[in-house]
Nanobody, 116 residues
């Protein structure tokens, strides 16, 4: 069973930066097989896709994070990252990684809290 593990969240002031990491158990090579995405879910809201990267390297961002977030992949280490800069309080959410569309059980996510 594929298990996705997110890390790197925390509490940061507005304007700050965080880098989120996503890895998968048992060294499964899903990052080279599927489009990968970072999603987030704020309290009371539905989960939304904020960034995605295809296996060919095509990248898309939600308008709300464009120019501030960067998705990347490290194939050698089986990791996917989300660099988040110029964070805003509206970015406060639990962040998850999964394929696009989601194929695997959601991990626990990593909490990002941005204070004003």
């Amino acid at each position: 069973q594929v298990q996705l593990v997110e890390s790197g969240g925390g509490l940061v002031q507005a304007g700050g930066s965080l880098r989120l990491s996503c890895t998968v158990n048992k060294n499964r090579n899903i990052f080279n097989m599927y489009t990968m995405g970072w999603y987030r879910q704020a309290p009371g809201n539905q989960r939304e896709l904020v960034a995605s990267r295809t296996t060919y390297g095509n990248i898309n961002y939600a308008d709300s994070v464009k120019g501030r977030f960067t998705i990347s992949r490290d194939s050698a280490n089986n990791m996917v990252y989300l660099q988040m800069d110029d964070l805003k309080p509206d970015d406060t959410a639990v962040y998850y990684c999964n394929t696009v569309p989601e194929r695997f059980t959601w991990g626990q996510g990593t909490q990002v809290t941005v204070s004003s």
